[in-house]
């Protein structure tokens, strides 16, 4: 068969162009230090690329939602740890009002300070992150016409002021990639117990005497019983004045028979067992101070409209309103410091068990850090094995091809030259 020169010359050029196009590319892979450019190049490594990119996206993204819930958390961390400090300060002024020394227009000082620092209680309740979310607001911060509103509010005036929670209780919880950023609100600042969680100990403004109890103790017969019922401890003071004789009753309300009887040691505990039917309520209640004939505490169970549990305002408020100008000699002063250290004591747990929740979350949110980093880092690697280039084969290779290239353009442009009359001279 015979082969026309026209056939030899395209057959030569189509050979260079492809030497010629082949060098480009590896030129172009050289530059990008890339390996595969496109998934024709190798759709397989092309694909697990793909796969790793997309993994690696998705992990920066939960990355600064992570940070976002992060910054949040140790907002509300932050402000847990101040309201404990004023919860301290909120302490010791109740202590100070406690003193004998101090009189009626020292105690309204330090009710005044006191009211300030309930105001910078509810202001730290009411703390938003960056982005204006409330952090206290439970499971989530309700929106009205497009404007977050408050997790705490108040309503009324004067004895009728109540506090009102305006997220939604409980707590979201942890994922694997996510840890809450709002708090429960509720369970910190609306749920601190008033005493033992079965009956409240109150002493009434009729005493002359004066008395302080402790917020009492029970056990039931079998265990679960409540109190159904509510009774008084009356004391009676008898004998001469250098030798008085205290004794007390503690009766049902209204008066039938008396439960228990007996001589009142200040300190001792006074015992008695409800009347109701089984289970049976033991009570245990130590009384302190001095009383006079016809003082009482009273003993009422909790209910509906006196809850075992109120927000922690209010009882700061219940404590202000028992100290405010009360004379060193008033029947109820000393039963309102001694409710108000216990109560305090009670909500500043709430605060340290939420700010030890917080804390947690916060470790938490640094190991899925770690986590994220260490996927990232794996997932890199595993996108530059597929698709990364290897600078010292690829310029070895580009050299090839270049020298490759040259070669045949030398040899092409020698055989050019070639002809029959160049073979005759």
Known sequence: MRLASATTFDNTINTLTAKQSAMTAQQDRVSAGLRVQKASDDPISAASAERAMSRITQLQADQRALNVQRNALATAESTLGSAGTLMHRFRELAVSAGNATNNAADRTSMTNEMQSIREQMLALANTKDANGVYLFSGLEAKSVNGVVTPAFTTTGAGATLQYVFNGTAGQNAPTQSAVPFTM??????????????????????????????????????????????????????????????????????????????????????????????APTVNVTLTVSGTPSTGDAVSIAPYSVTNPASTSLFKLMDTAINGITNAA??????????????????????????????????????????????????????????????????????????????????????????????????
Do not use: C, H
């Open 184 to 277: 429960d609100g509720n369970s910190t600042w609306m749920q601190v117990p008033k005493g033992n969680g079965v009956y409240d100990v109150t002493v009434p403004t009729t005493n002359v005497g004066q008395l302080s109890t402790d917020v009492g103790q029970f056990t039931t017969t079998p265990t679960g019983g409540t109190m159904t019922s509510p009774y008084t401890v009356t004391f009676t003071v008898t004998g001469t004045t250098d030798a008085p004789i205290t004794t007390y009753s503690v009766d049902t309300v209204p008066v039938t028979t008396p439960l228990s009887t007996g001589t009142y040691v200040p300190g001792q505990a006074i015992a008695f067992s409800d009347a109701s039917t």
């Open 328 to 425: 060193s000699g008033s029947p109820t002063l000393a039963q309102t410091i001694a409710q108000t250290l216990t109560r305090m004591d009670a909500g500043t747990d709430k605060l340290l068990a939420a700010r030890g929740q917080a804390g947690v979350w916060l470790n938490r949110a640094d190991s899925i850090s770690d986590s994220n980093g260490a996927q990232s880092t794996q997932l890199e690697s595993d996108r530059s094995n597929a698709q990364d280039l290897d600078y010292v084969a690829g310029i070895s290779d580009l050299e090839k091809l270049k020298t490759g290239y040259s070669v045949a353009m030398q040899s092409y442009a020698q055989i050019q030259k070639l002809s029959l009359f160049d073979y005759i001279r």
